[in-house]
Protein backbone atom coordinates (compact mmCIF):
# COMPACT_ATOMS: atom_id res chain seq x y z
CA UNK A 1 0.00 0.00 0.00
CA UNK A 2 1.10 3.57 -0.30
CA UNK A 3 1.66 5.62 2.19
CA UNK A 4 -1.39 7.95 2.00
CA UNK A 5 -1.38 9.38 5.53
CA UNK A 6 -0.70 6.88 7.21
CA UNK A 7 2.61 5.37 9.17
CA UNK A 8 5.38 4.02 7.76
CA UNK A 9 7.79 1.93 10.11
CA UNK A 10 10.91 1.08 9.16
CA UNK A 11 13.62 -2.10 10.68
CA UNK A 12 16.68 -0.83 10.38
CA UNK A 13 19.97 -3.80 10.33
CA UNK A 14 21.50 -6.19 9.53
CA UNK A 15 20.85 -10.19 9.90
CA UNK A 16 23.05 -12.46 11.07
CA UNK A 17 24.65 -9.39 12.96
CA UNK A 18 23.83 -10.36 16.69
CA UNK A 19 21.63 -7.50 18.32
CA UNK A 20 22.31 -5.58 14.72
CA UNK A 21 19.31 -7.44 13.50
CA UNK A 22 16.83 -6.37 16.12
CA UNK A 23 15.18 -3.65 13.83
CA UNK A 24 14.35 -6.62 11.50
CA UNK A 25 13.16 -8.67 13.95
CA UNK A 26 10.78 -6.33 15.43
CA UNK A 27 9.66 -4.86 12.01
CA UNK A 28 8.75 -8.11 11.06
CA UNK A 29 6.92 -8.79 14.29
CA UNK A 30 4.64 -5.52 13.99
CA UNK A 31 4.20 -6.36 10.60
CA UNK A 32 1.20 -8.88 10.92
CA UNK A 33 -0.05 -6.69 13.95
CA UNK A 34 -0.38 -3.41 12.28
CA UNK A 35 -2.28 -3.99 9.15
CA UNK A 36 -4.01 -1.46 7.57
CA UNK A 37 -2.68 2.76 7.83
CA UNK A 38 0.36 0.77 8.72
CA UNK A 39 3.20 0.07 5.96
CA UNK A 40 6.40 -2.03 7.49
CA UNK A 41 9.76 -2.32 5.54
CA UNK A 42 12.12 -4.66 7.20
CA UNK A 43 15.43 -5.41 5.68
CA UNK A 44 15.92 -1.44 5.30
CA UNK A 45 18.86 0.83 5.82
CA UNK A 46 19.45 4.22 7.26
CA UNK A 47 18.86 5.42 3.79
CA UNK A 48 15.06 3.70 3.50
CA UNK A 49 13.93 6.27 5.15
CA UNK A 50 14.99 9.07 2.08
CA UNK A 51 13.07 6.92 -0.68
CA UNK A 52 10.42 4.75 1.46
CA UNK A 53 8.12 8.03 2.50
CA UNK A 54 5.17 8.09 0.28
CA UNK A 55 3.10 10.63 1.61
CA UNK A 56 2.71 9.11 5.28
CA UNK A 57 2.50 11.59 8.59
CA UNK A 58 4.38 9.30 10.95
CA UNK A 59 8.06 7.77 10.33
CA UNK A 60 8.69 5.15 12.68
CA UNK A 61 12.62 3.50 12.86
CA UNK A 62 13.83 1.29 14.80
CA UNK A 63 17.16 0.71 15.05
CA UNK A 64 19.44 -1.09 17.24
CA UNK A 65 21.74 0.98 19.78
CA UNK A 66 24.94 0.22 21.26
CA UNK A 67 24.71 -0.32 24.92
CA UNK A 68 26.56 1.96 27.48
CA UNK A 69 26.42 3.19 30.78
CA UNK A 70 23.35 5.32 29.89
CA UNK A 71 22.05 2.48 28.39
CA UNK A 72 22.13 -0.88 29.12
CA UNK A 73 21.74 -3.75 26.95
CA UNK A 74 17.98 -4.78 27.21
CA UNK A 75 16.94 -0.90 27.70
CA UNK A 76 15.49 1.65 24.53
CA UNK A 77 14.89 4.84 24.83
CA UNK A 78 12.14 6.39 22.27
CA UNK A 79 13.51 9.43 20.09
CA UNK A 80 11.80 12.79 17.82
CA UNK A 81 13.16 13.89 15.46
CA UNK A 82 14.29 16.46 14.78
CA UNK A 83 13.99 17.36 18.84
CA UNK A 84 15.51 15.01 20.30
CA UNK A 85 18.29 14.73 17.45
CA UNK A 86 20.99 15.52 19.66
CA UNK A 87 20.17 12.73 21.89
CA UNK A 88 21.35 10.30 19.28
CA UNK A 89 24.70 11.01 19.86
CA UNK A 90 24.42 9.80 23.34
CA UNK A 91 22.33 6.85 22.51
CA UNK A 92 24.96 5.72 20.45
CA UNK A 93 23.17 4.60 17.56
CA UNK A 94 24.75 2.15 15.84
CA UNK A 95 24.94 1.23 11.74
CA UNK A 96 26.54 -0.10 9.70
CA UNK A 97 25.39 1.09 6.34
CA UNK A 98 26.33 4.01 4.16
CA UNK A 99 24.27 6.14 5.61
CA UNK A 100 23.29 6.48 9.59
CA UNK A 101 20.25 6.95 10.50
CA UNK A 102 21.13 10.41 11.90
CA UNK A 103 22.31 11.61 8.60
CA UNK A 104 19.41 9.55 6.59
CA UNK A 105 17.35 11.46 8.57
CA UNK A 106 19.04 14.61 8.47
CA UNK A 107 19.16 14.57 4.20
CA UNK A 108 15.46 13.95 4.04
CA UNK A 109 14.99 16.77 5.92
CA UNK A 110 16.93 19.08 3.94
CA UNK A 111 15.08 17.60 0.63
CA UNK A 112 11.69 17.93 2.66
CA UNK A 113 10.73 14.62 2.21
CA UNK A 114 10.01 13.93 6.31
CA UNK A 115 6.73 13.55 7.70
CA UNK A 116 5.77 16.34 10.63
CA UNK A 117 6.18 13.20 13.10
CA UNK A 118 9.20 10.67 12.97
CA UNK A 119 9.89 8.65 15.94
CA UNK A 120 13.25 6.62 16.54
CA UNK A 121 13.18 3.38 18.66
CA UNK A 122 16.74 2.60 20.23
CA UNK A 123 17.01 -0.60 21.40
CA UNK A 124 20.52 -1.56 23.55
CA UNK A 125 22.40 -4.38 22.09
CA UNK A 126 25.60 -5.74 23.28
CA UNK A 127 26.87 -8.01 20.30
CA UNK A 128 27.24 -7.35 16.62
CA UNK A 129 29.71 -9.80 15.36
CA UNK A 130 28.57 -11.49 12.23
CA UNK A 131 27.17 -15.27 13.05
CA UNK A 132 25.78 -14.40 15.73
CA UNK A 133 22.24 -14.34 17.24
CA UNK A 134 20.43 -11.89 19.43
CA UNK A 135 21.64 -11.43 22.75
CA UNK A 136 20.00 -12.70 25.82
CA UNK A 137 19.39 -9.28 27.10
CA UNK A 138 17.68 -8.51 23.73
CA UNK A 139 15.69 -11.65 23.35
CA UNK A 140 14.29 -11.26 26.85
CA UNK A 141 13.42 -6.93 25.57
CA UNK A 142 12.37 -7.90 21.88
CA UNK A 143 8.57 -8.90 23.16
CA UNK A 144 8.03 -5.60 25.67
CA UNK A 145 9.59 -3.52 23.11
CA UNK A 146 7.76 -4.32 20.06
CA UNK A 147 4.02 -4.26 21.86
CA UNK A 148 5.44 -0.45 23.41
CA UNK A 149 5.89 0.27 19.29
CA UNK A 150 2.52 -1.15 18.35
CA UNK A 151 1.01 0.78 21.41
CA UNK A 152 2.42 4.14 20.29
CA UNK A 153 1.41 3.76 16.73
CA UNK A 154 -2.05 2.70 17.52
CA UNK A 155 -2.31 5.24 19.94
CA UNK A 156 -1.13 7.99 17.45
CA UNK A 157 -3.80 6.75 14.68
CA UNK A 158 -6.80 6.25 16.87
CA UNK A 159 -5.73 10.36 17.95
CA UNK A 160 -3.20 11.42 15.51
CA UNK A 161 -1.57 12.91 18.47
CA UNK A 162 2.13 13.21 18.91
CA UNK A 163 3.98 11.02 21.29
CA UNK A 164 4.28 12.57 25.12
CA UNK B 1 60.83 22.60 13.09
CA UNK B 2 62.87 22.02 16.59
CA UNK B 3 61.63 21.79 20.13
CA UNK B 4 63.53 22.55 23.01
CA UNK B 5 65.58 19.40 23.51
CA UNK B 6 66.30 19.57 19.35
CA UNK B 7 64.59 16.29 18.64
CA UNK B 8 62.66 16.38 15.36
CA UNK B 9 59.13 17.58 15.34
CA UNK B 10 56.45 15.25 15.59
CA UNK B 11 52.81 16.55 15.64
CA UNK B 12 50.32 14.01 15.07
CA UNK B 13 46.62 14.42 14.98
CA UNK B 14 43.48 12.37 15.01
CA UNK B 15 40.61 13.32 12.92
CA UNK B 16 37.49 12.53 13.15
CA UNK B 17 36.06 8.98 11.68
CA UNK B 18 36.14 9.08 7.86
CA UNK B 19 32.13 9.42 6.94
CA UNK B 20 30.62 8.24 3.69
CA UNK B 21 32.73 5.30 3.40
CA UNK B 22 30.94 1.49 3.93
CA UNK B 23 32.59 0.01 6.71
CA UNK B 24 35.13 0.68 9.02
CA UNK B 25 39.26 1.47 8.78
CA UNK B 26 41.94 4.11 9.61
CA UNK B 27 44.55 5.78 7.10
CA UNK B 28 47.83 6.71 8.90
CA UNK B 29 49.41 9.10 6.64
CA UNK B 30 53.47 10.37 7.68
CA UNK B 31 55.00 13.20 5.97
CA UNK B 32 58.77 14.38 6.31
CA UNK B 33 60.37 16.82 4.37
CA UNK B 34 57.49 17.75 1.93
CA UNK B 35 57.29 13.86 1.53
CA UNK B 36 54.84 10.91 2.23
CA UNK B 37 57.09 8.45 3.69
CA UNK B 38 54.31 6.36 4.53
CA UNK B 39 50.80 5.88 3.80
CA UNK B 40 49.54 3.01 5.32
CA UNK B 41 45.29 1.98 5.00
CA UNK B 42 44.67 0.02 8.23
CA UNK B 43 41.74 -2.36 9.00
CA UNK B 44 41.06 -2.77 12.58
CA UNK B 45 38.16 -5.02 12.72
CA UNK B 46 38.69 -8.67 12.99
CA UNK B 47 38.90 -10.92 9.99
CA UNK B 48 36.11 -11.80 8.53
CA UNK B 49 35.41 -15.01 9.58
CA UNK B 50 33.19 -16.24 6.60
CA UNK B 51 35.67 -18.65 4.94
CA UNK B 52 36.00 -20.26 8.03
CA UNK B 53 32.33 -20.11 9.36
CA UNK B 54 31.28 -21.50 5.51
CA UNK B 55 33.13 -24.86 5.82
CA UNK B 56 30.56 -27.75 6.64
CA UNK B 57 27.64 -25.57 5.43
CA UNK B 58 25.56 -27.68 2.23
CA UNK B 59 26.65 -25.79 -0.62
CA UNK B 60 23.19 -25.08 -1.06
CA UNK B 61 23.28 -22.11 1.98
CA UNK B 62 26.29 -20.61 0.67
CA UNK B 63 24.43 -17.47 -1.64
CA UNK B 64 22.34 -16.69 1.56
CA UNK B 65 25.51 -16.46 3.37
CA UNK B 66 27.41 -14.88 1.50
CA UNK B 67 25.34 -12.39 0.76
CA UNK B 68 25.05 -11.00 4.40
CA UNK B 69 28.81 -9.97 4.30
CA UNK B 70 27.84 -6.76 2.49
CA UNK B 71 24.92 -4.55 2.57
CA UNK B 72 25.68 -2.22 -0.12
CA UNK B 73 26.96 -5.55 -2.90
CA UNK B 74 24.58 -8.54 -1.54
CA UNK B 75 23.99 -9.63 -5.03
CA UNK B 76 28.04 -9.78 -6.20
CA UNK B 77 28.43 -12.40 -3.36
CA UNK B 78 26.01 -14.23 -4.42
CA UNK B 79 26.65 -13.97 -7.87
CA UNK B 80 30.00 -15.13 -7.47
CA UNK B 81 29.35 -17.95 -5.18
CA UNK B 82 26.41 -19.28 -7.57
CA UNK B 83 28.91 -19.42 -10.23
CA UNK B 84 31.67 -20.80 -8.53
CA UNK B 85 29.14 -23.84 -6.55
CA UNK B 86 27.85 -24.23 -10.23
CA UNK B 87 31.21 -25.33 -11.68
CA UNK B 88 31.78 -27.39 -8.95
CA UNK B 89 28.80 -29.57 -9.35
CA UNK B 90 29.68 -29.27 -12.89
CA UNK B 91 26.23 -27.12 -14.48
CA UNK B 92 27.90 -24.27 -15.34
CA UNK B 93 26.66 -25.32 -19.17
CA UNK B 94 23.42 -26.16 -18.01
CA UNK B 95 21.90 -22.77 -17.43
CA UNK B 96 19.60 -21.25 -19.74
CA UNK B 97 20.42 -17.87 -21.51
CA UNK B 98 17.34 -16.31 -20.48
CA UNK B 99 18.67 -17.23 -16.32
CA UNK B 100 21.64 -15.83 -17.02
CA UNK B 101 19.51 -12.63 -18.69
CA UNK B 102 17.93 -12.44 -15.37
CA UNK B 103 21.38 -12.60 -13.70
CA UNK B 104 22.34 -9.62 -15.11
CA UNK B 105 19.33 -7.84 -14.79
CA UNK B 106 19.96 -8.85 -10.96
CA UNK B 107 23.07 -6.87 -11.29
CA UNK B 108 21.79 -3.81 -12.96
CA UNK B 109 19.89 -3.53 -10.01
CA UNK B 110 23.08 -3.04 -7.70
CA UNK B 111 24.79 -1.57 -9.98
CA UNK B 112 21.81 1.23 -10.39
CA UNK B 113 21.81 1.27 -6.73
CA UNK B 114 25.04 1.33 -5.05
CA UNK B 115 26.37 3.63 -8.12
CA UNK B 116 23.89 6.24 -7.24
CA UNK B 117 24.20 6.00 -3.94
CA UNK B 118 28.44 6.74 -4.20
CA UNK B 119 28.03 9.22 -7.33
CA UNK B 120 25.03 11.86 -5.69
CA UNK B 121 25.38 11.06 -1.90
CA UNK B 122 28.98 9.73 -0.92
CA UNK B 123 31.16 11.24 -3.74
CA UNK B 124 29.47 14.45 -5.10
CA UNK B 125 29.65 16.14 -1.82
CA UNK B 126 33.46 16.02 -2.03
CA UNK B 127 33.33 17.45 -5.74
CA UNK B 128 31.01 20.47 -4.77
CA UNK B 129 33.26 21.31 -1.27
CA UNK B 130 30.40 19.82 1.08
CA UNK B 131 31.52 18.67 4.35
CA UNK B 132 28.19 15.57 3.57
CA UNK B 133 25.17 15.27 1.83
CA UNK B 134 23.46 16.68 4.88
CA UNK B 135 24.84 20.24 3.77
CA UNK B 136 25.27 19.43 0.23
CA UNK B 137 21.21 18.29 -0.29
CA UNK B 138 20.19 21.93 1.47
CA UNK B 139 21.47 23.56 -1.38
CA UNK B 140 21.14 20.70 -4.79
CA UNK B 141 17.66 19.46 -3.76
CA UNK B 142 16.65 18.46 -6.89
CA UNK B 143 19.23 16.68 -8.04
CA UNK B 144 19.45 14.68 -4.73
CA UNK B 145 15.94 13.59 -5.30
CA UNK B 146 16.49 12.74 -9.11
CA UNK B 147 19.51 10.82 -7.66
CA UNK B 148 17.43 9.16 -4.66
CA UNK B 149 14.70 8.24 -7.40
CA UNK B 150 17.39 5.89 -9.40
CA UNK B 151 18.40 4.31 -7.02
CA UNK B 152 15.31 3.76 -5.59
CA UNK B 153 14.50 2.37 -9.11
CA UNK B 154 17.74 -0.09 -8.42
CA UNK B 155 16.58 -1.27 -5.63
CA UNK B 156 13.17 -2.25 -7.11
CA UNK B 157 14.43 -3.82 -9.99
CA UNK B 158 16.68 -6.16 -6.96
CA UNK B 159 13.53 -6.81 -4.80
CA UNK B 160 11.20 -7.64 -8.08
CA UNK B 161 13.80 -10.61 -8.85
CA UNK B 162 15.16 -11.42 -5.44
CA UNK B 163 12.31 -11.12 -2.93
CA UNK B 164 14.06 -8.47 -1.13
CA UNK B 165 16.33 -5.25 -1.27
CA UNK B 166 19.07 -6.44 1.30
CA UNK B 167 20.63 -9.89 1.60
CA UNK B 168 18.21 -10.98 -1.50
CA UNK B 169 16.85 -14.73 -1.00
CA UNK B 170 15.57 -15.61 -4.42
CA UNK B 171 18.99 -16.74 -6.65
CA UNK B 172 20.35 -20.02 -5.22
CA UNK B 173 22.94 -22.44 -7.10
CA UNK B 174 21.42 -22.98 -10.22
CA UNK B 175 19.18 -20.08 -11.34
CA UNK B 176 16.43 -18.94 -9.13
CA UNK B 177 14.16 -20.45 -6.72
CA UNK B 178 11.63 -18.36 -8.87
CA UNK B 179 11.29 -16.79 -12.13
CA UNK B 180 9.75 -13.51 -12.74
CA UNK B 181 6.79 -13.05 -14.83
CA UNK B 182 7.27 -11.08 -18.02
CA UNK B 183 4.32 -8.88 -16.04
CA UNK B 184 6.48 -8.67 -13.36
CA UNK B 185 9.34 -7.48 -15.22
CA UNK B 186 6.86 -5.11 -17.73
CA UNK B 187 5.47 -3.17 -14.85
CA UNK B 188 9.85 -1.77 -14.00
CA UNK B 189 9.68 -0.32 -17.76
CA UNK B 190 8.15 2.74 -17.23
CA UNK B 191 10.37 3.71 -14.25
CA UNK B 192 13.56 2.58 -16.15
CA UNK B 193 13.14 4.50 -19.32
CA UNK B 194 12.56 7.47 -17.13
CA UNK B 195 15.70 6.86 -15.02
CA UNK B 196 17.61 6.34 -18.52
CA UNK B 197 17.13 9.58 -19.78
CA UNK B 198 17.72 11.60 -16.22
CA UNK B 199 20.45 9.29 -15.83
CA UNK B 200 22.04 10.18 -19.34
CA UNK B 201 21.64 14.25 -18.34
CA UNK B 202 22.88 13.82 -15.04
CA UNK B 203 26.29 12.39 -16.27
CA UNK B 204 26.91 15.10 -19.12
CA UNK B 205 25.80 17.36 -16.30
CA UNK B 206 28.54 15.73 -14.06
CA UNK B 207 31.29 15.65 -16.74
CA UNK B 208 31.13 19.32 -16.95
CA UNK B 209 30.07 20.72 -14.57
CA UNK B 210 33.05 19.46 -11.62
CA UNK B 211 36.34 19.94 -11.39
CA UNK B 212 38.65 17.20 -11.14
CA UNK B 213 41.63 17.14 -9.62
CA UNK B 214 44.69 15.82 -11.65
CA UNK B 215 46.55 12.69 -11.04
CA UNK B 216 48.71 10.77 -13.77
CA UNK B 217 48.97 7.32 -12.52
CA UNK B 218 50.66 3.77 -14.59
CA UNK B 219 48.12 1.89 -13.67
CA UNK B 220 47.80 -2.03 -14.37
CA UNK B 221 43.71 -2.26 -14.90
CA UNK B 222 42.09 -5.41 -14.18
CA UNK B 223 38.07 -6.43 -15.14
CA UNK B 224 36.12 -8.82 -16.52
CA UNK B 225 36.52 -9.09 -20.38
CA UNK B 226 33.93 -10.74 -22.22
CA UNK B 227 34.79 -10.52 -26.10
CA UNK B 228 30.97 -10.12 -26.57
CA UNK B 229 29.25 -8.09 -23.76
CA UNK B 230 30.26 -5.30 -21.04
CA UNK B 231 31.88 -7.06 -18.05
CA UNK B 232 29.19 -7.94 -15.30
CA UNK B 233 28.77 -11.92 -14.46
CA UNK B 234 30.86 -13.49 -17.50
CA UNK B 235 34.44 -13.51 -18.96
CA UNK B 236 37.94 -14.52 -18.67
CA UNK B 237 39.79 -11.64 -16.58
CA UNK B 238 42.26 -9.34 -18.64
CA UNK B 239 44.80 -6.91 -17.78
CA UNK B 240 45.91 -3.72 -19.39
CA UNK B 241 49.28 -4.54 -19.07
CA UNK B 242 48.84 -8.09 -21.01
CA UNK B 243 47.93 -11.15 -18.85
CA UNK B 244 44.58 -12.87 -19.25
CA UNK B 245 43.13 -15.49 -17.56
CA UNK B 246 40.33 -17.56 -17.42
CA UNK B 247 38.63 -17.02 -13.73
CA UNK B 248 39.23 -20.12 -11.70
CA UNK B 249 43.08 -19.45 -12.62
CA UNK B 250 42.98 -15.48 -11.14
CA UNK B 251 45.76 -16.79 -8.29
CA UNK B 252 48.09 -17.39 -11.18
CA UNK B 253 48.36 -14.09 -11.82
CA UNK B 254 47.44 -12.32 -8.52
CA UNK B 255 48.80 -13.04 -5.07
CA UNK B 256 47.54 -12.01 -1.43
CA UNK B 257 49.73 -10.75 1.19
CA UNK B 258 49.87 -10.22 5.21
CA UNK B 259 50.14 -6.85 5.57
CA UNK B 260 51.20 -5.94 9.56
CA UNK B 261 49.18 -2.52 9.83
CA UNK B 262 45.77 -5.02 8.08
CA UNK B 263 43.57 -7.27 8.54
CA UNK B 264 42.57 -7.35 5.47
CA UNK B 265 44.98 -9.38 2.71
CA UNK B 266 46.66 -6.83 0.09
CA UNK B 267 46.59 -8.19 -3.26
CA UNK B 268 49.39 -7.90 -5.81
CA UNK B 269 49.58 -8.61 -9.15
CA UNK B 270 52.83 -11.36 -9.18
CA UNK B 271 56.58 -9.95 -9.75
CA UNK B 272 54.68 -6.83 -10.32
CA UNK B 273 52.29 -4.58 -7.65
CA UNK B 274 49.20 -3.00 -6.91
CA UNK B 275 46.50 -3.10 -9.62
CA UNK B 276 43.73 -1.15 -9.98
CA UNK B 277 39.60 -2.68 -10.52
CA UNK B 278 36.26 -1.08 -10.73
CA UNK B 279 34.20 0.95 -12.85
CA UNK B 280 37.55 2.73 -14.22
CA UNK B 281 39.15 -0.37 -15.14
CA UNK B 282 36.18 -2.28 -16.35
CA UNK B 283 35.69 1.02 -18.68
CA UNK B 284 38.83 1.13 -20.10
CA UNK B 285 39.26 -2.25 -20.76
CA UNK B 286 36.11 -2.52 -21.96
CA UNK B 287 34.23 0.47 -23.19
CA UNK B 288 33.69 -0.49 -27.06
CA UNK B 289 31.12 -2.65 -25.48
CA UNK B 290 28.98 -0.63 -23.68
CA UNK B 291 25.38 -0.06 -24.20
CA UNK B 292 24.94 2.05 -27.60
CA UNK B 293 23.13 4.71 -24.81
CA UNK B 294 26.05 4.93 -23.15
CA UNK B 295 28.41 4.82 -25.89
CA UNK B 296 26.73 7.56 -27.00
CA UNK B 297 27.99 9.55 -24.07
CA UNK B 298 31.52 9.08 -23.73
CA UNK B 299 33.07 11.51 -26.29
CA UNK B 300 31.25 14.46 -24.43
CA UNK B 301 32.30 13.07 -21.27
CA UNK B 302 35.65 12.59 -22.28
CA UNK B 303 35.46 16.08 -23.86
CA UNK B 304 34.14 17.79 -20.69
CA UNK B 305 36.58 16.12 -18.39
CA UNK B 306 39.37 16.88 -20.86
CA UNK B 307 41.14 13.40 -21.31
CA UNK B 308 39.69 10.85 -23.96
CA UNK B 309 39.86 6.91 -22.62
CA UNK B 310 41.88 5.46 -21.29
CA UNK B 311 41.51 7.56 -17.94
CA UNK B 312 44.79 7.19 -15.70
CA UNK B 313 43.19 9.25 -13.18
CA UNK B 314 41.31 7.41 -10.21
CA UNK B 315 39.28 10.89 -9.62
CA UNK B 316 37.72 10.18 -13.32
CA UNK B 317 36.47 6.97 -11.61
CA UNK B 318 32.86 9.33 -10.76
CA UNK B 319 32.34 9.94 -14.45
CA UNK B 320 32.96 6.61 -15.37
CA UNK B 321 30.59 5.01 -12.00
CA UNK B 322 27.87 7.59 -14.48
CA UNK B 323 28.13 6.16 -17.72
CA UNK B 324 27.80 2.84 -16.07
CA UNK B 325 24.72 3.61 -14.38
CA UNK B 326 23.44 4.63 -17.55
CA UNK B 327 24.91 1.07 -19.22
CA UNK B 328 22.83 -0.56 -16.57
CA UNK B 329 19.84 0.99 -17.39
CA UNK B 330 19.95 0.52 -20.66
CA UNK B 331 20.51 -3.18 -20.24
CA UNK B 332 18.17 -3.23 -18.13
CA UNK B 333 15.46 -1.79 -20.80
CA UNK B 334 16.45 -4.47 -23.32
CA UNK B 335 16.61 -7.67 -21.17
CA UNK B 336 12.90 -7.23 -20.30
CA UNK B 337 11.96 -6.18 -23.20
CA UNK B 338 13.47 -9.60 -24.45
CA UNK B 339 12.63 -11.77 -21.49
CA UNK B 340 10.71 -15.13 -22.26
CA UNK B 341 11.00 -17.33 -18.74
CA UNK B 342 13.01 -19.87 -18.49
CA UNK B 343 11.93 -23.73 -19.04
CA UNK B 344 12.65 -24.38 -15.51
CA UNK B 345 13.91 -21.64 -13.42
CA UNK B 346 16.72 -23.47 -11.53
CA UNK B 347 18.96 -26.54 -13.04
CA UNK B 348 18.48 -29.16 -10.64
CA UNK B 349 22.17 -30.60 -8.99
CA UNK B 350 23.44 -33.90 -7.47
CA UNK B 351 25.60 -33.07 -5.01
CA UNK B 352 29.50 -33.99 -5.87
CA UNK B 353 32.79 -33.54 -4.70
CA UNK B 354 34.54 -30.96 -6.48
CA UNK B 355 36.25 -27.44 -6.87
CA UNK B 356 34.95 -23.83 -8.49
CA UNK B 357 35.77 -20.70 -8.73
CA UNK B 358 34.11 -17.72 -10.28
CA UNK B 359 34.54 -13.70 -10.34
CA UNK B 360 31.80 -11.36 -11.04
CA UNK B 361 31.99 -7.91 -11.42
CA UNK B 362 30.61 -6.20 -7.78
CA UNK B 363 30.08 -2.65 -8.29
CA UNK B 364 33.61 -1.57 -6.98
CA UNK B 365 35.19 -4.47 -8.87
CA UNK B 366 36.45 -8.44 -9.62
CA UNK B 367 34.44 -10.04 -6.92
CA UNK B 368 36.47 -13.61 -6.63
CA UNK B 369 35.13 -16.74 -4.79
CA UNK B 370 36.24 -20.26 -4.55
CA UNK B 371 34.95 -23.31 -2.99
CA UNK B 372 35.84 -26.83 -2.43
CA UNK B 373 33.19 -29.06 -1.59
CA UNK B 374 32.86 -33.32 -0.56
CA UNK B 375 30.78 -36.06 -1.86
CA UNK B 376 27.83 -34.98 0.12
CA UNK B 377 28.09 -31.00 -1.48
CA UNK B 378 29.61 -29.73 1.74
CA UNK B 379 31.98 -26.65 1.83
CA UNK B 380 35.38 -27.93 2.71
CA UNK B 381 37.62 -24.89 1.99
CA UNK B 382 36.43 -21.22 0.75
CA UNK B 383 38.19 -18.57 -0.07
CA UNK B 384 36.87 -15.12 -0.84
CA UNK B 385 38.63 -11.90 -2.70
CA UNK B 386 36.44 -9.20 -1.95
CA UNK B 387 37.26 -6.00 -4.37
CA UNK B 388 37.90 -3.30 -1.74
CA UNK B 389 40.64 -5.72 -0.25
CA UNK B 390 42.40 -5.87 -3.52
CA UNK B 391 42.12 -2.30 -3.78
CA UNK B 392 43.93 -1.22 -0.79
CA UNK B 393 47.32 -1.12 -2.00
CA UNK B 394 46.41 0.68 -4.97
CA UNK B 395 44.16 3.03 -3.01
CA UNK B 396 48.03 3.59 -1.02
CA UNK B 397 49.96 3.78 -3.95
CA UNK B 398 47.98 6.63 -5.15
CA UNK B 399 47.97 8.71 -1.81
CA UNK B 400 51.61 8.34 -2.19
CA UNK B 401 51.41 9.78 -5.87
CA UNK B 402 48.73 12.61 -4.60
CA UNK B 403 51.14 13.50 -1.91
CA UNK B 404 53.29 16.10 -3.65
CA UNK B 405 49.91 18.00 -4.68
CA UNK B 406 48.34 18.24 -1.21
CA UNK B 407 51.18 18.43 1.27
CA UNK B 408 51.16 21.96 1.72
CA UNK B 409 48.20 22.13 2.87
CA UNK B 410 46.82 22.60 6.72
CA UNK B 411 45.55 19.26 8.02
CA UNK B 412 42.19 19.75 8.04
CA UNK B 413 42.26 20.02 3.66
CA UNK B 414 45.39 17.54 3.75
CA UNK B 415 42.58 15.17 5.44
CA UNK B 416 40.13 16.01 3.04
CA UNK B 417 41.64 15.88 -0.11
CA UNK B 418 42.54 12.38 1.34
CA UNK B 419 39.24 11.18 1.96
CA UNK B 420 38.27 12.52 -1.64
CA UNK B 421 40.41 10.46 -3.27
CA UNK B 422 40.18 7.27 -1.08
CA UNK B 423 36.42 7.63 -2.33
CA UNK B 424 37.47 7.19 -5.84
CA UNK B 425 37.55 3.14 -5.25
CA UNK B 426 33.61 3.59 -3.55
CA UNK B 427 35.46 1.07 -0.66
CA UNK B 428 33.35 -0.93 0.56
CA UNK B 429 35.16 -1.80 3.78
CA UNK B 430 32.27 -3.74 5.78
CA UNK B 431 33.54 -6.78 2.83
CA UNK B 432 36.54 -6.79 4.42
CA UNK B 433 36.17 -4.22 7.59
CA UNK B 434 34.35 -1.20 9.19
CA UNK B 435 34.40 3.05 9.23
CA UNK B 436 37.62 5.07 8.73
CA UNK B 437 39.80 7.38 10.89
CA UNK B 438 42.19 9.38 9.28
CA UNK B 439 45.55 9.84 10.93
CA UNK B 440 48.83 12.39 9.64
CA UNK B 441 52.13 12.45 11.35
CA UNK B 442 53.74 15.70 10.45
CA UNK B 443 57.66 15.01 10.84
CA UNK B 444 59.77 18.46 10.56
CA UNK B 445 63.23 18.55 8.28
CA UNK B 446 66.08 18.17 10.52
CA UNK B 447 68.04 21.04 10.79
CA UNK B 448 71.31 20.79 8.23
CA UNK B 449 74.10 18.77 9.97
CA UNK B 450 71.96 17.89 13.05
Known amino acids: MNGGGGALVIG????????????????????????????????????????????????????AAESGAGLPAGQWRRLRYPQDAPAFADSHLRTTHTLAVDSALAVAAALGRLPDEVWVYALAGERFAPETSLSAPVSAALCRFVEEIEADVRNWLARRLPIA | MRNATNEPETRSIQVDYLARVEGEGALHLTLQDGRVTDARLRIFEPPRFYEAFLRGRDFREVPDITARICGICPVAHQMSSCHALEQAMGVTHQIEPSVRALRNLLYCGEWIESHALHIFLLHLPDFLG??????????????????????????????????????????????????????????????????????????????????????????????????????????????SKGF???????????????????????????????YHIGPLARLNLNADKLHQRAADLVASVSDAVGHGLPWRNSFLSLPARALETVHALALSLEIIKAYRPPARAAVPIRPRAGVGAAATEAPRGINWHRYE??????????????????????????????????????????????????????????????????????????????
Open chain 2, 244 to 274: RVQQQDYLNAVEEQHVPHSTALHSMIKGRGP
Open chain 2, 130 to 239: YESAITMAADHAETVKRALRIKKLGNTIVSTLAGREVHPINACVGGFYRAPTPQELMALVPEIEFCLEEMCDLTLFLAATLEYPKLDQDYEFVALSPDDEYPINLGPIAS
Open chain 1, 12 to 63: VGRPGFGDDALGLTAARALEPRLTGAVRVVADGTGLAALSAVEGEELLVLID
Open chain 2, 373 to 450: TDSRGLITAARIMSPTAQNQAQIEADLRKLAPQIVSLDDEKLTLACEHLIRNYDPCISCSTHFLRVHIERIAAPLDGA
